[in-house]
């Protein structure tokens, strides 16, 4: 089956400043590569996802980036807020079609 | 996201003992799925569904029991309950095949004594 591994597993970043977390992935046959942020005690909701027909994919100050010659993606957070303070997960839909998850990032927004 | 309910949000068992954990969607999303989350392992799948009375394992399903008579429940069971399903268990769903996202209930916390 699939298996995401996931870098950091924290991070701490400046308010403002940008972070990256990457995940790595090992089936090739992989189409779909959400992202998942979860809040403190809160269930993990969908941020951002892309498709494996698409280098990169935009929603305002968060990003996600896809090179399926290397099978790795990145989510890039800018001009960090404090709110952005979460756990993030990356996962994979390989060729069974179901999500594996990466263990996460617990990222940190210092004031 | 009051459409997808899990029921108890804590509970806790004594090594042994049968224990159900329920999930209730009102969407009629066709795919369900069940997940347990414990730290350095993220989210691992136990069972999903792709439509009443269609169930699958997934990457964790041994000691746990899964049926889906409804399209809009899908309990859990751990039969016979171990210290080591003391874990956040996260039930989801999604609308179909082709439309991906998955949304996940608010989580039960399952403690084993």
């Known amino acids: 089956g699939e298996n995401v591994e996931q870098h950091p597993s924290t991070l701490s970043v400046q308010e403002g400043d940008s972070a990256v977390i990457k995940c790595t992935y090992s089936d090739s046959a992989s189409n779909y590569f959400p992202w998942y942020k979860q809040e403190l005690g809160k269930r993990p909701q969908l941020i951002i996802d892309?498709?494996?027909?698409?280098g990169e994919k935009k929603d305002q100050r968060i990003a996600v980036t896809l090179n399926k010659t290397a099978k790795h993606f990145s989510l890039h957070i800018t001009e960090t807020q404090p709110e952005d303070s979460a756990v993030y997960f990356c996962?994979?839909?390989?060729?069974?079609?179901?999500?594996?998850f990466g263990t996460g990032t617990r990222l940190t927004i210092i004031p | 996201d009051a459409g997808i309910t899990q029921s108890p949000r804590y509970k806790i068992t004594e090594t042994g003992r049968q224990v159900t954990l329920m999930c209730h969607q009102t969407w009629s999303h066709s795919y369900m799925f069940w997940y347990r989350q414990d730290l350095g392992h993220g989210l691992r799948l136990i069972y999903y569904?792709?439509?009443?009375?269609?169930?699958d394992k997934g990457e964790v399903p041994d000691g746990y029991v899964v049926s889906r008579s409804k399209t809009e429940n899908f309990p859990l069971t751990l039969e016979s309950a171990t210290r080591s399903q003391t874990s956040v268990y996260f039930c989801?769903?999604?609308?179909?095949?082709?439309?991906?996202?998955?949304?996940f209930g608010p989580g039960t916390r399952l403690t084993v004594t």
């Open positions: 989801a769903s999604s609308v179909d095949r082709d439309r991906d996202e998955q949304y």
């Open positions: 569904s792709a439509a009443a009375d269609i169930t």
């Open positions: 892309i498709r494996s027909n698409v």
């Open positions: 996962a994979a839909r390989g060729f069974d079609e179901k999500l594996t």
